[in-house]
């Protein structure tokens, strides 16, 4: 390949996390749909149908009722789909056979008899007639390979390489971690491209392309804000807030801010956000959410754009000291 995916991993994980604010910072409710008994007009159908023109239920009490409807035939939830046809829940309309799997929810929501998303193979570098050949859609040199950046420039068109979806953005730091976020692709170094769902292993090595939200034309300062950057970055008229680590010359620190960060790091950390593990301590840090699914890829972009416009005001930090540990005596 042209670039070693292991490489780029590191590149983008560089200890540089200090370039925002440490600790900067829904799935739809279920609303089931019950019908007891229909008494008529436009109620949904449900378990006793009285008769004349109402929905018939299962046993119709007269003799100008409907006839009795098996439950296997049912669509409380109006969902389009009843039992005989997979709805596994058939008072909750977030749940049948067409629904979106989330991982780790503790709900079959596609009714596939797991809570896991369907991950399936689209190419491998075998020889499979039913396999979407990646090679020819992604191999732009003519190679013979997908490189990194062949496989950013197809993410960035689709987040699925077979399936439909908006544009998306390439993961590569955190796929140590060993899920990815929502729908997209994950190519793994062993040269199989897998689409998924919404989560979906990927190994250290891999790299995965995750679909950013749907673009609603924000400027850049609406991005700022709907981004989540007013959070922390937020300062006087044109100034960008920039949390300077203990230790560094605020001045320093903040001379040359900008060019220090390219435009994909600057696409990776507001899509993804700044995690990861201070190597010393072995303490896990969080520094800024990620906006992948608040912010479309264009809308990304447009917001790195109006970022290079402020002028980074720099403001010192201490971090706090390790917490003693707790005397269980009494």
């Given at each position: 390949?042209?670039?070693?995916?292991?490489?780029?991993?590191l590149?983008?994980a560089?200890?540089?996390?200090?370039?925002?604010?440490?600790?900067?910072?829904?799935?739809?409710?279920?609303?089931?749909?019950s019908?007891?008994?229909?008494?008529?007009?436009?109620?949904?159908?449900?378990t006793g149908?009285?008769?004349?023109d109402?929905?018939?239920?299962?046993?119709?009490?007269?003799?100008?009722?409907?006839?009795?409807?098996?439950?296997?035939d049912?669509?409380?939830?109006?969902d389009?789909?009843?039992?005989?046809?997979?709805?596994?829940?058939?008072?909750?309309?977030?749940?049948?056979?067409?629904?979106?799997?989330?991982?780790?929810?503790?709900?079959?929501?596609?009714?596939?008899?797991?809570?896991?998303?369907?991950?399936?193979?689209?190419w491998?570098?075998?020889p499979?007639?039913?396999?979407?050949?990646?090679?020819?859609?992604m191999?732009?040199?003519?190679?013979?390979?997908?490189?990194?950046?062949?496989?950013?420039?197809?993410c960035?068109?689709?987040?699925?390489?077979?399936?439909?979806?908006?544009?998306?953005?390439?993961?590569?730091?955190?796929?140590?971690?060993?899920?990815?976020?929502?729908?997209?692709?994950?190519?793994?170094?062993?040269?199989?491209?897998?689409?998924?769902?919404?989560?979906?292993?990927?190994?250290?090595?891999?790299?995965?392309c995750?679909e950013?939200?749907?673009?609603?034309?924000?400027?850049?300062?609406?991005?700022?804000?709907?981004?989540?950057c007013?959070?922390?970055?937020?300062?006087?008229?044109g100034?960008?807030?920039?949390?300077v680590?203990?230790?560094?010359?605020?001045?320093?620190?903040?001379?040359?801010?900008?060019?220090?960060?390219?435009?994909?790091?600057?696409?990776?950390?507001?899509?993804?956000?700044?995690d990861?593990?201070?190597?010393?301590?072995?303490?896990?840090?969080?520094?800024?959410?990620?906006?992948?699914?608040?912010?479309?890829?264009?809308?990304?972009?447009?917001?790195?754009?109006?970022?290079?416009?402020?002028?980074?005001?720099?403001?010192?930090?201490?971090?706090?000291?390790?917490?003693?540990?707790i005397?269980p005596?009494?």
């Amino acid at each position: 390949m042209t670039q070693s995916p292991g490489s780029t991993l590191l590149a983008l994980a560089l200890a540089s996390f200090a370039a925002f604010a440490p600790a900067c910072g829904g799935d739809d409710s279920v609303n089931p749909i019950s019908g007891t008994g229909g008494a008529g007009g436009e109620e949904p159908a449900g378990t006793g149908g009285s008769g004349g023109d109402s929905p018939a239920g299962t046993g119709g009490s007269d003799a100008g009722g409907g006839e009795p409807v098996d439950d296997e035939d049912s669509d409380h939830d109006r969902d389009g789909f009843t039992p005989r046809e997979g709805d596994c829940d058939d008072f909750n309309n977030t749940v049948h056979p067409d629904a979106e799997e989330r991982n780790l929810d503790n709900v079959d929501s596609n009714c596939d008899e797991s809570d896991a998303p369907v991950t399936t193979l689209v190419w491998s570098a075998g020889p499979d007639d039913d396999l979407v050949d990646a090679i020819d859609v992604m191999d732009e040199d003519g190679d013979g390979q997908i490189s990194l950046e062949e496989f950013a420039a197809a993410c960035a068109e689709s987040a699925m390489l077979s399936g439909t979806a908006r544009p998306g953005l390439v993961q590569v730091h955190a796929s140590c971690a060993g899920t990815n976020s929502c729908r997209g692709m994950v190519y793994q170094t062993w040269n199989e491209l897998y689409e998924h769902a919404c989560r979906a292993m990927n190994s250290c090595k891999g790299w995965s392309c995750v679909e950013t939200a749907e673009d609603q034309d924000r400027d850049g300062p609406a991005a700022f804000g709907d981004g989540g950057c007013t959070h922390c970055h937020s300062g006087p008229a044109g100034t960008f807030g920039v949390k300077v680590p203990p230790g560094e010359d605020v001045e320093a620190f903040v001379a040359g801010f900008w060019e220090r960060r390219s435009d994909t790091y600057l696409q990776s950390i507001i899509a993804f956000g700044i995690d990861g593990v201070v190597a010393a301590e072995g303490i896990a840090y969080s520094n800024m959410p990620g906006a992948y699914h608040l912010l479309s890829r264009a809308e990304i972009d447009t917001l790195i754009a109006y970022l290079r416009t402020l002028t980074p005001e720099g403001h010192p930090f201490e971090q706090l000291p390790t917490a003693e540990p707790i005397d269980p005596s009494p």
